[in-house]
């Protein structure tokens, strides 16, 4: 059974700074892997697909990976703003991961 | 076009009441999926349909929940004889299939309370 898993859990940066928030998984056959966006008390919101034959996938400020060999998939945000924050969520259609909730202070 | 809707936005019900949830998909999507939110924990799969069949229930948590499609759309997700531990954000999200490339679109949910 494929299980996802968040890592870290929080986090907290400062407005400007990069940032790379982890998604491993247990199963390398996968098929495809999304990157959500959650604000509180609403639905999530899509980011980036990454399909399993692409290694990464790139929009605006995001920019998202895939290596499956490793089970991990992470999600790259340059030059972070106040309003990046939220939880980020991973998933595989049926699993998903906990999250990561991001605050970025001005 | 309209994205994922769902409709009641918040329900509050009594302990032992029953509770329908619906959802209604992007038009064209015959892949639709419900999921249960709690209270700062990840997303919990419940079911998902292909068309009107379900090929996978394996995630409905006891045989209070129950769901159906109809006309390749609409979904209703019922609960009956609520308990106090199924309040949470019910998820709605659809896709164009149930194939493994097909990205999936998410509702606002509708948060249960039971009380």
């Known amino acids: 059974k494929q299980e996802v898993t968040q890592i870290p859990a929080a986090l907290s940066v400062p407005e400007g700074e990069n940032l790379v928030l982890n998604c491993s998984f247990t199963?390398?056959?996968?098929?495809?892997l999304q990157w959500f966006r959650q604000d509180p008390g609403k639905g999530l919101t899509s980011l980036l697909l990454i399909q399993s034959s692409q290694r990464e996938q790139t929009s605006g400020r995001l920019n998202a990976s895939l290596d499956k060999s490793s089970g991990r998939s992470t999600l790259y945000i340059a030059a972070s703003q106040p309003g990046d924050s939220a939880t980020y969520l991973c998933g595989n259609m049926l699993t998903f991961g906990g999250g990561t909730r991001l605050m970025v202070k001005p | 076009g309209a994205g994922v809707s769902q409709s009641p936005s918040n329900k509050v019900t009594e302990k032992g009441k029953d509770v329908e949830l619906r959802c209604d998909p992007i038009?064209?999507?015959?892949?639709l999926y419900w999921y249960r939110q709690r209270l700062g924990q990840g997303l919990e799969f419940l079911i998902y349909?292909?068309?009107?069949?379900?090929?996978?229930k394996s995630g409905l948590p006891s045989d209070r929940f129950s769901a159906e499609r109809t006309g390749e759309s609409v979904s209703t997700l019922t609960i009956q004889r609520t308990q106090q531990e199924d309040s949470a954000v019910y998820l709605c999200a659809s896709s164009k299939s149930s194939g493994r490339y097909n990205e999936q679109f998410f509702g606002p949910g509708t948060r249960l309370t039971v009380l």
């Open positions: 038009s064209g999507h015959t892949a």
């Open positions: 199963d390398s056959a996968i098929y495809n």
């Open positions: 349909f292909q068309g009107n069949s379900a090929p996978d």
